[in-house]
């Protein structure tokens, strides 16, 4: 029988144990919730499309007559006709929709703002193409799951469908249909790396690999060739530098397609992120003491990882720091200054020192979005400092980046300064590898039932058959055809469908599972019906396919 019930409608088959044999996590949440009272052993009436019963004999099969059944019985619907929507309803359809296709509020640790969230720009709505929501639980008895007990968070869900949607637009420009291997060109942003006595113009392009087919991001510079000619081999030490917290680099090359001498180096592409300048200098937006130990947290883990190699940055600004919806932080234009070489010959010692300096001036140009972070000192010119809100912990930290403490920062020193917060940081990563690996259970069952699926339809309704058109309407076939019915075709006492996501998960699980628990089926036309077991109804599915993909069946 089903592991759950829909509202108004009673239990559709008979058991021979109560405790189905199911192995989705899904159908397991629904049996808790099942009430005693809907375990009702109530034959289902289903209709038949022909107009006489012809199944292959088999056995521990029980043919029966159909008995008389009440009137809150459920039964297949004769036809699909589709009623035609009101205008009401489709209006509130579409207002719904638009409600749920707003993107998260992002920089949830940012926020000063009452609701503790910093508001962003509404979509333009195309979002609503691709990412409907699913139906509103509303009105259902509280044992009718809703269809998000069995998918992948919503929250979730959206932002790995914007990421998609992110990667694979391509905008139009004047950029050259490839380059080098990379092709699908669609510009991002363009920002000025500092790193040397002038600023470097760097126009970052997301592309596709004809190697791979993944897409990358290519930071390109004009009018800029390497150093020398063995400059772009300091790439190479860039590739072993893996992180979290960093854009990893891949290669670089020169280019004349862009109608210049050009050189571009390729990153690893983050969707849905932009500079920390962007996003927050440029935009004044005020962040908060929690959001600012995030930053300086994820940035010293990728420093740390970089100096561990043997390398600097060196080209670390709020510029070249990406920021995602989330919070995540990455270091970008890594292995430029090795390139270019801005810095010639350089102490490394002293570019490491460099980079933790740089960390300070971020936090700096950050902090200077609000006029309480600023101290006016007499016949000199304002400087920034944490304001009041500030614990005397960060005010300790930013007076030691800035070297108001000691002339030398050292990442273990930080740390020590940061505390406590570090748990906080690593707390967060498990909470969101915690939500992954939940959500990516669910998705494992449902990949699973797909297969079912897949091979169910195959079957049914097959007409294609040169020795026996009515192949999907005999024998084993048309028994599935009749579970099928029964599993997607329900209505109630009504008249109205029944869409059920938990009776419909409940029943392709016991199958997929081969349950000795039996369920009756009955055909359309009233006259014949079945007690078959799941597991017998898996030996027909498993069986049926193998004839349909058989070398020797012969077809048209």
Not at 1 to 16: K, Q
Not at 448 to 454: I, N, S
Not at 491 to 497: F, K, L, M, T
Request: aromatic residues 6%; neutral net charge; contains cysteine.
């Amino acid at each position: 029988m089903s592991s759950s019930s829909t509202g108004e409608c009673h239990s559709t088959a008979t058991a021979s144990h109560t405790a189905p044999e199911s192995i989705s996590a899904a159908a397991n949440s629904a049996n808790k919730v099942q009430s005693p009272a809907l375990r009702a052993q109530t034959p289902v009436k289903l209709r038949a499309s022909s107009p006489a019963f012809k199944p292959s004999p088999a056995k521990n099969r029980q043919p029966s007559s159909a008995a008389s059944t009440s009137s809150s019985q459920l039964r297949l619907a004769p036809a699909f006709k589709p009623r035609p929507r009101q205008p009401e309803e489709q209006r509130a359809e579409g207002s719904s929709i638009k409600g749920h296709a707003q993107v998260l509020p992002a920089f949830a640790s940012m926020a000063v703002a009452s609701d503790g969230c910093v508001e962003r720009p509404a979509n333009s709505g195309n979002e609503d193409l691709f990412m409907k929501p699913p139906p509103a639980h509303t009105g259902q008895p509280p044992y009718i799951l809703p269809v998000n007990h069995f998918v992948v968070d919503e929250q979730l869900r959206r932002m790995l469908a914007l990421e998609m949607h992110a990667m694979s637009s391509v905008s139009e420009s004047d950029l050259p249909a490839q380059v080098h291997s990379y092709h699908s060109l669609s510009p991002q942003e363009t920002v000025d790396v500092f790193g040397a006595s002038f600023p470097i113009r760097q126009h970052q392009i997301k592309a596709q690999s004809i190697a791979d087919g993944r897409c990358y991001s290519l930071h390109r510079i004009t009018g800029t060739q390497p150093a020398s000619k063995s400059a772009l081999g300091a790439v190479d030490k860039w590739k072993a530098v893996q992180s979290p917290s960093i854009a990893q680099v891949y290669e670089a090359f020169t280019t004349r397609a862009f109608g210049d001498n050009s050189l571009v180096i390729v990153h690893e592409l983050k969707p849905l992120t932009a500079s920390l300048k962007s996003q927050i200098v440029d935009t004044g937006v005020q962040v908060s003491e929690a959001f600012l130990w995030s930053l300086v947290l994820q940035l010293i883990s990728a420093l740390r990882t970089v100096h561990s190699a043997g390398l600097a940055v060196q080209t670390l600004s709020v510029s070249t720091i990406l920021l995602s919806q989330t919070n995540r932080v990455y270091l970008n234009s890594c292995g430029l200054a090795d390139v270019l070489a801005i810095h010639s010959s350089p102490n490394m010692d002293a570019a490491q020192q460099g980079d933790l300096q740089a960390v300070g001036h971020v936090l700096s140009m950050v902090l200077g979005t609000s006029a309480d972070n600023y101290m006016v000192v007499q016949g000199q010119a304002s400087v920034v400092v944490p304001g009041a809100g500030f614990s005397t912990d960060f005010k300790e930290l930013f007076g030691y980046l800035n070297h108001r403490l000691t002339p030398v920062v050292a990442i273990d020193d930080i740390l020590r300064l940061a505390g406590s917060r570090v748990f906080v940081e690593l707390d967060a990563a498990r909470r969101e590898s915690d939500l992954l690996c939940d959500n990516l259970r669910l998705e494992m069952a449902n990949g699973r039932l797909v297969r079912l699926l897949c091979k169910m339809n195959f079957i049914t309704e097959r007409a294609d058959s040169v020795t026996d058109p009515e192949w999907a309407e005999t024998g084993d076939r048309y028994l599935i055809k009749l579970f099928r019915d029964y599993v997607f075709h329900l209505v109630n006492e009504a008249g109205r469908p029944v869409a059920s996501m938990a009776h419909v998960v409940g029943n392709l699980n016991k199958l997929d599972a081969g349950s000795p628990e039996k369920v009756m089926l009955m055909s359309r036309d009233e006259k014949s019906c079945l007690v078959v077991s799941y597991e017998e109804i898996k030996r027909c599915v498993e069986e049926a396919y193998k004839e349909l993909v058989a070398p020797t069946q012969a077809w048209r």
